[in-house]
């Protein structure tokens, strides 16, 4: 059994297929009048927000911009690439790096007559790693050791190593490089047995004895003890300083690796080479340094054409402080002092030879830049180094202020206002669709009362013109 909706819409539309009612399709009048009625208010928020989308875009545009070049930027920084590089003549006998302390320069003479080395001892042989040593304590000591004598350095600290019950030689080991003292133990399973061996840290004050003090309910690990005027095991090696002499000059270190003997460089000593000094100069970046500022400059135009069409009369961020913001210090770059402490000829990228132009690009004074080059290597160089102050830091500040989600003045600070103006937008039109359904659903309702009533009064007409109709056959 089908059954017929009493509702208005089903009663309209019954109404309407039997031919009765207006003849107008309420239902699509009702959608048309609400969506007029709103018309108007739907295309300013549909207009505001298209505006806010571009001013986004155009924005996160230049941000991504900035970031791009921020990057690029710091990644040749830290290379070294735009820095004097050090090098050895002889590679196998030393290997070089900058500090970053000063910028090196000039050429020096290096020889190097001794390296740096730990202390090594061995035990008396076992049979195997895994033989009992008995237990108790071992405790090292540092300091000096001079043929049998040994000095030991107070200033650095004695370590115990407790060995428990049973241990093997193996845990003996295990149980010294457990404590970190700086000492590296392993077991060696040498053609006279297996025997543990000890190696001590570079250095001549690096020097180690090793006491026992046994539990007398389990003996024997005195037998690990070790003192250079023992009989006990074996001394492989003593603990000696490097020695070497920069530019005649005598030198040593307790450690191959060498900070500051040349003005900031570090040096890994790797060989002796007595009687046959090398040479540890520095590379020439003059030419990597004027095209790294061309490349800059070109850079910076591209980001300054971007600004300048987005702040333009009309355009997306023509009233945008954030924009203007970074236009101005981008503007004001040049002139800028980026080394505040410098006493030579570069101390602004306007010594570099970046020029602004009146219509805010910029250009490449390629004159002036080789002319600073010549005066001022040294403070070029330093410019382009990974500090506090210089090319990179510069502009990695006027990045990270334009990128502030929390300044409303930048141009991050912009982009986080017109989200939330989106956001609030997409709010308002959402409850404005609601109004107008509201409105629509209360318009259909409205017609679809008005449409029966009309169809009844129809269908009454009609039975009334009948009934008349057939009074008048009657008459005749």
């Given at each position: 059994m089908n059954t017929i909706t009493n509702s208005p819409t089903a009663t309209s539309s019954l109404v309407t297929a039997l031919g009765g009612g207006s003849g107008i399709d309420m239902l699509d009048l009702a959608n048309k009048l609400a969506q007029?009625?709103?018309?108007?208010?739907?295309?300013?928020l549909t207009e505001r927000g298209d505006t806010l989308e571009a001013k986004v875009s155009s924005a996160s545009n230049i941000k991504s911009m900035l970031l791009a070049l921020n990057t690029s930027l710091g990644t040749l920084v830290r290379?070294?690439?735009?820095?004097?590089?050090?090098?050895?003549?002889?590679?196998?006998?030393?290997?070089?790096?900058?500090?970053?302390?000063?910028?090196?320069?000039?050429?020096?003479?290096?020889?190097?007559?001794?390296?740096?080395?730990?202390?090594?001892?061995?035990?008396?042989?076992?049979?195997?790693?895994?033989?009992?040593?008995?237990a108790g304590t071992l405790t090292l000591r540092f300091g000096t050791i001079d043929g049998a004598s040994f000095t030991e350095d107070t200033g650095q600290t004695a370590v115990d190593v407790t060995i428990?019950?049973?241990?093997?030689?193996?845990?003996?080991?295990?149980?010294?490089?457990?404590?970190?003292?700086?000492?590296?133990?392993?077991?060696?399973?040498?053609?006279?047995?297996?025997?543990?061996?000890?190696?001590?840290?570079?250095?001549?004050?690096?020097?180690?004895?090793?006491?026992?003090?046994?539990?007398?309910a389990e003996p024997g690990l005195a037998n690990l003890a070790w003192n250079p005027a023992s009989a006990s095991g074996e001394l492989l090696a003593t603990a000696v300083d490097a020695a070497f002499t920069i530019d005649g000059l005598d030198y040593t270190s307790s450690s191959n690796t060498i900070s500051e003997a040349v003005?900031?460089?570090?040096?890994?000593?790797?060989?002796?080479?007595t009687g046959a000094p090398t040479r540890v100069s520095f590379s020439d970046p003059t030419s990597s340094i004027a095209s790294s500022m061309q490349d800059l400059t070109d850079a910076l135009n591209e980001v300054m054409a971007e600004l300048n069409a987005a702040t333009g009369i009309g355009a997306e961020l023509a009233n945008d402080g954030g924009a203007r913001a970074l236009r101005r210090s981008l503007s004001g770059l040049a002139g800028t002092v980026i080394m505040p402490n410098a006493t030579g000829a570069a101390r602004t990228l306007a010594d570099l030879g970046l020029k602004t132009e009146r219509n805010g690009t910029f250009s490449l004074d390629t004159q002036r830049?080789?002319?600073?080059?010549?005066?001022?290597?040294?403070?070029?160089?330093?410019?382009?180094?990974?500090?506090?102050?210089?090319?990179?830091?510069?502009?990695?500040?006027?990045?990270?202020?334009?990128?502030?989600?929390?300044?409303?003045g930048s141009l991050g600070g912009s982009i986080t206002r017109y989200n939330r103006q989106i956001a609030r937008l997409s709010e308002d039109q959402t409850k404005l669709a609601e109004d107008q359904e509201k409105l629509r659903a209360r318009l259909a309702s409205q017609f679809t009362t008005s449409e029966v009533r009309i169809g009844t009064s129809q269908a009454t007409l009609a039975m009334l013109k009948n009934q008349i109709a057939q009074w008048n056959k009657t008459g005749d």
């Open positions: 007029a009625q709103f018309a108007a208010r739907t295309d300013r290379s070294g690439d735009l820095a004097p590089v050090p090098s050895v003549a002889n590679a196998a006998i030393a290997s070089a790096g900058l500090t970053g302390s000063t910028q090196p320069k000039g050429s020096y003479s290096l020889e190097v007559t001794r390296l740096a080395s730990g202390q090594r001892i061995a035990s008396t042989p076992y049979a195997s790693a895994s033989d009992p040593v008995g428990a019950s049973g241990a093997t030689l193996a845990d003996v080991a295990s149980a010294i490089n457990g404590a970190n003292a700086g000492v590296q133990a392993y077991v060696a399973n040498t053609v006279d047995g297996a025997q543990l061996v000890l190696k001590g840290r570079e250095g001549v004050t690096n020097g180690f004895v090793l006491e026992a003090s046994e539990d007398a003005p900031g460089v570090k040096l890994q000593l790797l060989a002796t080479n830049l080789q002319a600073t080059l010549a005066a001022d290597p040294e403070g070029v160089a330093a410019m382009f180094t990974n500090g506090i102050n210089g090319v990179f830091a510069t502009f990695d500040k006027i990045y990270r202020d334009a990128s502030s989600t929390t300044n409303s």
